[in-house]
């Protein structure tokens, strides 16, 4: 595949592609979902998202010789068949790691002060600690949180001293965040992981949050329980048969989005950076472009705050789901036409930045609420 100009099929909401690929040769981009084999039959390249099938149905007869998925996941993609087909692979793995765990962080703050109570002082439960339940789970615990983990792969490995068992992390934590992958096989498969021989394990007043993969949590039985058990606050950012929602299951979340938790630019365009730096890797060739290049300049990015400030105000100033949240349910008025609302709310995205974007002044780095802002993961500007 080293003889250029290549024939490249992106995901058309894949961002930078033009700039990362461009030099490589042509650029043709589709809809990931309806990707069909006469689509990709000249490809020498395929970039996809999480919504495309990559198997021997779409690939075979095909020229592809590389595929990148700009995720962190990879159920989607049949890596046996492209292993078996001599075709190079590769994902973004911790791409959008720091939005997703910005996108939970802000969530809990808004839902805090709804519900009058101190974030500090609850136990968080993370199930799945992968990159994204790993880098939560740093944050977390550098806010001074209590912080319970279930991951029995990673237990199965390392000892299980530092882990929790599931059913205990449910009745134990006061708030439950689902960051696994979504497998089927295995010794612990993550489908269904949640249903309804375990929901009620939650205590009352419980917050669960899932912006992993939808069907990790039965959503039929969630929606059962949850008529009984509405004490329990919902934040679901994934559904089972997305992008067809349950409009019920919807309705009963305080927090409900379309699959955007790591919609950052900073996480998509870092995903499709990744997919660059392994193609030129497979190729033997160096890297001409950074990050960097490809980041525009953030709208906001100098805050000054005031001593008395709410730490909510550095938060609200880079991301605030409720915007995300009101979009999503005005998308579920049609009924036939929610699972395209749903898309179209995934490819016409605002542009959303981390917190890192912003640099934070009028606070000091050694006071509590510096401490805490930097374990956020805001910026703090030196003080002369």
Same mark, same amino acid.
């Given at each position: 595949?080293?003889?250029? %100009?290549?024939?490249?099929?992106?995901?058309?909401?894949?961002?930078?592609?033009?700039?990362?690929?461009?030099?490589?040769?042509?650029?043709?981009?589709?809809?990931?979902?309806?990707?069909?084999?006469?689509?990709?039959?000249?490809?020498?390249?395929?970039?996809?998202?999480?919504?495309?099938?990559?198997?021997?149905?779409?690939?075979?007869?095909?020229?592809?010789?590389?595929?990148?998925?700009?995720?962190?996941?990879?159920? /989607?993609?049949?890596?046996?068949?492209?292993?078996?087909?001599?075709?190079?692979?590769?994902?973004?793995? !911790?791409?959008?790691?720091?939005? +997703?765990?910005?996108?939970?962080?802000?969530?809990? &703050?808004?839902?805090?002060?709804?519900?009058?109570?101190?974030?500090?002082?609850?136990? +968080?439960?993370?199930?799945?600690?992968?990159?994204?339940?790993?880098?939560?789970?740093?944050?977390?615990? !550098?806010?001074?949180?209590?912080?319970?983990?279930?991951?029995?792969?990673?237990?199965?490995?390392?000892?299980? #001293?530092?882990?929790?068992?599931?059913?205990?992390?449910?009745? #134990?934590?006061?708030?439950?965040?689902?960051?696994?992958?979504?497998?089927?096989? !295995?010794?612990?498969?993550?489908?269904?992981?949640?249903?309804?021989?375990?929901?009620?394990?939650?205590?009352?007043?419980?917050?669960?949050?899932?912006?992993?993969?939808? %069907?990790?949590?039965?959503?039929?039985?969630?929606?059962?329980?949850?008529?009984?058990? *509405?004490?329990?606050?919902?934040?679901?950012?994934?559904?089972?048969?997305?992008?067809?929602?349950?409009?019920?299951?919807?309705?009963?979340?305080?927090?409900?989005?379309? /699959?955007?938790?790591? &919609?950052?630019?900073?996480?998509?365009?870092?995903?499709?950076?990744?997919?660059?730096?392994?193609?030129?890797?497979?190729?033997?060739?160096?890297?001409?472009?950074?990050?960097?290049?490809?980041?525009?300049?953030?709208?906001?990015?100098?805050?000054?705050?005031?001593?008395?400030? *709410?730490?909510?105000?550095?938060? *609200?100033?880079? &991301? /605030?789901?409720?915007?995300?949240?009101?979009?999503?349910?005005?998308?579920?008025?049609?009924?036939?036409?929610?699972?395209?609302?749903? *898309?179209?709310?995934?490819?016409?995205?605002?542009?959303?930045?981390?917190?890192?974007?912003?640099?934070? /002044?009028?606070?000091?780095?050694?006071?509590?609420?510096?401490?805490?802002?930097?374990?956020?993961?805001?910026?703090?500007?030196?003080?002369?």
């Amino acid at each position: 595949m080293n003889n250029l %100009p290549l024939h490249i099929v992106a995901d058309e909401n894949i961002p930078a592609v033009e700039t990362l690929f461009g030099g490589f040769g042509s650029i043709r981009r589709l809809p990931g979902r309806h990707l069909k084999g006469e689509d990709v039959a000249e490809a020498d390249v395929l970039l996809v998202r999480s919504i495309s099938r990559v198997n021997e149905a779409l690939l075979a007869g095909s020229q592809v010789k590389f595929v990148g998925t700009a995720t962190i996941g990879t159920d /989607h993609i049949d890596q046996n068949y492209l292993q078996q087909q001599g075709i190079s692979f590769s994902s973004a793995p !911790g791409c959008n790691a720091d939005a +997703v765990v910005e996108y939970v962080i802000s969530s809990l &703050y808004m839902l805090a002060a709804e519900q009058g109570f101190e974030l500090l002082d609850k136990t +968080v439960g993370i199930i799945g600690v992968g990159n994204v339940g790993g880098r939560l789970q740093q944050r977390l615990q !550098g806010m001074g949180i209590d912080v319970l983990i279930n991951d029995p792969p990673r237990a199965a490995r390392e000892g299980s #001293e530092s882990f929790t068992a599931l059913d205990a992390l449910l009745a #134990e934590a006061d708030i439950i965040c689902c960051h696994t992958p979504l497998t089927t096989s !295995g010794e612990h498969p993550s489908k269904h992981l949640l249903n309804k021989d375990n929901l009620n394990r939650l205590k009352p007043g419980a917050v669960l949050l899932n912006a992993g993969r939808g %069907p990790v949590i039965n959503n039929e039985d969630l929606l059962n329980w949850h008529r009984h058990r *509405d004490d329990v606050t919902l934040i679901l950012d994934v559904w089972e048969h997305e992008p067809a929602v349950d409009a019920e299951l919807a309705a009963r979340a305080r927090i409900g989005t379309p /699959h955007i938790a790591g &919609y950052s630019l900073e996480g998509k365009v870092r995903g499709t950076f990744m997919l660059y730096e392994a193609f030129c890797q497979a190729q033997g060739i160096t890297p001409q472009l950074t990050l960097d290049d490809c980041l525009p300049r953030a709208e906001l990015t100098d805050l000054t705050l005031e001593d008395t400030a *709410d730490v909510r105000e550095a938060i *609200d100033a880079v &991301y /605030h789901p409720a915007a995300d949240d009101q979009r999503f349910r005005d998308s579920l008025a049609d009924a036939a036409q929610q699972p395209v609302n749903f *898309d179209r709310l995934r490819k016409e995205y605002p542009v959303r930045r981390e917190f890192a974007s912003l640099t934070l /002044h009028g606070i000091t780095a050694d006071s509590s609420k510096g401490k805490l802002l930097q374990a956020l993961g805001f910026k703090l500007a030196e003080q002369s």
